[in-house]
């Protein structure tokens, strides 16, 4: 199977078996994204340091963010799947070392080697797409893929709430060993494509200083006001050191011949707002699915189970929105569909806000959900728009930045979010910490996630109204 459209879409379509090889790595990232949250009590139960729990995300998030990017230059330059199969071994090797993690500092750097493979794997998935589907197709392509993330969010939160009920927390990385060995399996055999391999460079000086910079300002904020104070000479230091190799990196890009993030991305007004976009969907979604669970079982007393069915409710408002979303934004547009999703958003986490201290576990659900369908009208139509603006030699790095920038949304969020949590909750945990006190602190919490709505809501109104391109 070439990387060149063909008539028909659907399981039974020339292009068929690479839909499902593609939806089966897409899996391995949409379980991982939902099955983790619900067992983090028991986790932290066995394991010990709660204060840490926060890098389980963001250690993962961060990896993810910062080698998404050149993990889209390489596919532009050596094709896409020798990247994903790099992308689901990277995966499948984290999962082995998170199920044998022996305390949390082991568990959060075996978390990180996940988050290099998912770098690859998200990525991967929708350019895959962008690549043999053309734009109309892709409104029903993602269809598909919305049914991957709706069953993960079905299965992950009560898989994962089962598995810490049960005291076999590990089984939550175990399960992904063979998803892997699938989804490479399929993808070997299904997908072929001609990519012009060509002795092009690789912008390795880019991608160290794009790393390390991006290391230490999340390490600044984890750190800020527990490992040191927010105004002292260490925090200083980090924020100050991340800032220099982040300036620098902006430096190299320009002189790079092949930078990995071109300035285009950045200087063209739809990928900027869309970019923008993409990095408050993260932080939405990282914010709610960190600290949802741990409201409920801290303030009312439920079971994991019982919080990983509310928040499922946020894991189906997105995939079932953005099922839709490809209909309505071939209609109004993609600006269009990005406002009615903010607005959802906004209501959503208004709500959250305004009822935290008044705990329910089906008002959170129904909250969950309406803020879910928001996310879903706001990501997709984002992503597409960018997509549909570049050619096949720029889609790679351009839907890579789109990932880059919401996973970085999200790594960048756990760490806020964190600080502020930890801020009330102190060295606390969820098993000996008041119910008051967690419903100060993730309220708190929630209110920064209606900031970043907000935020969000006002990228869509600066993304200008072009309409969904004609392609071949």
Known sequence: MSAETVDGVGFRSERGPVLVSIMVSLSLVALDATVLATAIPTIVGELGDFALFPW????????????????????????????????????????????????????????????TGAGAVQPMSVTIAGDIYTLAERARVQGYFASVWAIASV??????????????????????????????????????????????????????????????????????????????MASI??????????????????????????GFVLTRRLLLTTTLIGFGVGAILIGLTSYVPTYLEGSLGVSPVEAGLALTTLTIGWPLTAGLAGRIYLRIGFKSTGLIGAVLALLGTGGLVATAHQPSIVAMAALCFVTGCGLGLLALPALVAAQSSVDWDER?????????????????????????????????????????????????????VLVVAVASAAAVIAMPSTPPRTEP
């Open 396 to 448: 790679g790095v351009v839907s890579g930045t789109h990932m880059f920038a919401r996973s970085l949304g999200s790594a960048v969020g756990v760490a806020v979010f964190g600080a502020i949590a930890n801020s009330v909750f102190g060295e606390g945990d969820v098993h000996t910490l008041g119910a008051a006190t967690i419903q100060s602190g993730t309220a708190a919490v929630f209110v920064g």
């Open 155 to 232: 299965i992950g939160p009560t898989l994962g709430g089962l598995f810490a009920e049960l005291g076999i927390w590990r089984w939550v990385f175990v399960i992904n060993v063979p998803l892997c060995l699938l989804a490479a399996w399929m993808m070997i055999r299904r997908f072929h494509e001609d990519a012009d391999r060509g002795d092009r460079s690789v912008d390795v000086r880019g991608a160290v200083l794009l790393t390390s910079g991006l290391t230490l300002l999340v390490l600044g904020i984890l750190g800020g006001g527990q490992a040191w104070a927010w105004s002292s």
């Open 56 to 115: 389980l995300f963001s250690g993962y998030l961060l990896a993810q963010a910062v080698t998404t990017p050149l993990y889209a230059k390489l596919s532009d330059l050596f094709g896409r799947k020798p990247v994903m199969l790099v992308g689901i071994g990277l995966f499948m090797a984290g999962s082995v070392l998170c199920a044998v993690a022996w305390s949390m500092p082991a568990l959060i750097v075996a978390r990180a080697i996940q988050g």
């Open 237 to 262: 230091g980090v924020f100050g050191a991340g800032a220099a190799l982040l300036t620098a990196f902006v430096v190299a890009a320009r002189r790079a011949v092949e930078p990995i993030l071109p």
